[in-house]
């Protein structure tokens, strides 16, 4: 008989719920609210849509690049909390504060400067509405990155100390105030995409402040300690950027190869592409839980390795993947019933629909089975320091089979989007294979962030 495992003095079921639940709720609100958004700005035109469309999708790169830094702050802090080292996490904090201040403001000041010509360079020739249209919006989201980065370090601190439910509320916060300021500047000040612009900086200054100000307060475990009093710890940035670069090298790949793989879905036709935009929506749904369980992985697995506590490490990861898939099993069950009126939402020709479907239930399948395993599990790898293999590894199945694959089985074999998510799903398949085995052969115990 094994011997059981002493967890009481890492984390409770109450712990873990506080930690997990409105990180869910956090999550639901941002994507249900982010889709009123784009109705709101439909309402301005195609070409504003478009406008906007563009910028998002830029801006996507950048933002997980905020994420990185704000996953490696979050990794290293966890870790020095397992280790019941406050200080040196406070240290940690107030460093991850200033690179992610820093990196943003340069991206800022390079993108305010290069506006109308970065746009032109990256999308090429593009109509001279859309262009005015991303123009006017990409300013007031430049201006607001200091504040986005800002408050993603912020997030991911609080969720190193399991206050989750803070992000969340402030979440609810920044999400009314950009949905409010969008109705009011875009329906009664017709300020068009410039009024969607001016809302998202609002909410996200407004973020700002609220989270700084919550971090800072020295009765939290994890705050910054006279934040203005400049220290510079080269040491303590080396350790976040360990874990920070190869998490937003990793990122920022999958992003472009995400960006090569729409262009591929681009020429098989309007209705793929309308059908490939829903599939996305009701699959983003339906992953919600596997989301939310990497990121509350961060602090669980990271504080267990900074505590050395490796047996509770495997046994919280095991747990952790199990609640996904029963997590899983229940939502996926869900859209997969209810695909055909869902899709049917979205006033999508016979064709569109019909492809919809069936890319839909397919994903939504291969999901329960597969994706916890291939996206879940690196984040404990990330917790522990394992961030380098982790980003190896999701470099070369997302252009090893993701883009190329896509380009043989869905343009060269006909299959269409099917043949996209065919390979898309090999490519899961690769990393759940890579990441379990490592995983299982204890290669992340010889990792050292601190």
């Known amino acids: 008989m094994k011997n059981k495992i002493d967890t009481s003095s890492l984390f409770n079921k109450g712990f873990l719920k506080a930690l997990i639940v409105p990180l869910l709720i956090e999550q639901i609100l941002t994507l249900t609210i982010g889709m009123a958004d784009t109705m709101m700005v439909a309402s301005v035109g195609e070409s504003a849509v478009s406008g906007i469309s563009l910028v998002d999708s830029l801006s996507t790169l950048f933002i997980q690049l905020f994420a990185a830094f704000a996953t490696g702050g979050a990794v290293v802090a966890s870790q020095y909390m397992g280790r019941k080292d406050k200080e040196s996490a406070c240290k940690a904090a107030k460093q991850l504060v200033y690179i992610t201040a820093l990196f943003s403001i340069i991206i800022t000041a390079i993108g305010l400067i290069f506006n109308r010509g970065l746009l032109a360079l990256i999308f090429g020739h593009i109509e001279d509405d859309v262009m005015n249209h991303a123009v006017k919006y990409f300013i007031f989201i430049l201006i607001s990155y200091p504040f986005l980065a800002l408050t993603n370090s912020a997030n991911a601190l609080c969720r190193s100390m399991g206050k989750s439910k803070i992000t969340m509320n402030v979440s609810i916060?920044?999400?009314?105030?950009?949905?409010?300021?969008?109705?009011l500047l875009i329906y009664y000040y017709k300020l068009g995409t410039m009024g969607a612009g001016i809302a998202s900086?609002?909410?996200?200054v407004v973020g700002a402040v609220i989270m700084l100000t919550v971090i800072s307060k020295k009765q939290l475990p994890i705050h910054l300690d006279s934040l203005f009093k400049f220290e510079i710890s080269s040491s303590m940035i080396k350790r976040i950027l360990r874990i920070g670069l190869p998490s937003g090298i990793e990122n920022s790949m999958f992003h472009i190869g995400k960006v090569l793989v729409q262009s591929l879905i681009a020429s098989f036709g309007t209705a793929s592409i309308a059908a490939n935009a829903v599939?996305?929506?009701i699959c983003g749904f339906a992953n919600l839980p596997g989301a939310v369980i990497g990121m509350a992985s961060i602090t669980v697995i990271g504080q267990c390795v900074g505590a050395k506590r490796y047996d509770a490490a495997k046994y919280y990861a095991r747990n952790l993947l199990l609640l996904v898939f029963g997590m899983f099993i229940v939502t996926c069950s869900f859209f997969y019933i209810t695909t055909p009126f869902l899709s049917s939402l979205y006033n999508l020709s016979e064709e569109a629909m019909r492809i919809s479907i069936i890319n839909n239930r397919f994903?939504?399948?291969?999901t329960v089975l597969i994706w916890p395993i291939s996206f879940t599990l690196p984040n404990f790898l990330r917790a522990a320091g394992d961030a380098r293999f982790t980003m190896t590894i999701s470099m070369i199945s997302m252009w090893s089979f993701r883009v190329i694959l896509s380009y043989i089985i869905g343009k060269y074999f006909g299959l269409g989007l099917l043949g996209v998510n065919i390979s898309m799903v090999i490519d899961w398949c690769f990393r759940s294979i890579m990441f379990s085995?490592?995983?299982l052969k204890g290669k992340w115990m010889t990792k050292k962030v601190i």
Do not use: E, K, Y
């Open 363 to 366: 994903l939504l399948i291969c």
């Open 201 to 204: 900086l609002t909410s996200r």
């Open 173 to 183: 916060i920044m999400n009314f105030i950009n949905i409010g300021g969008n109705a």
């Open 279 to 281: 599939v996305n929506n």
């Open 437 to 439: 085995s490592r995983w």
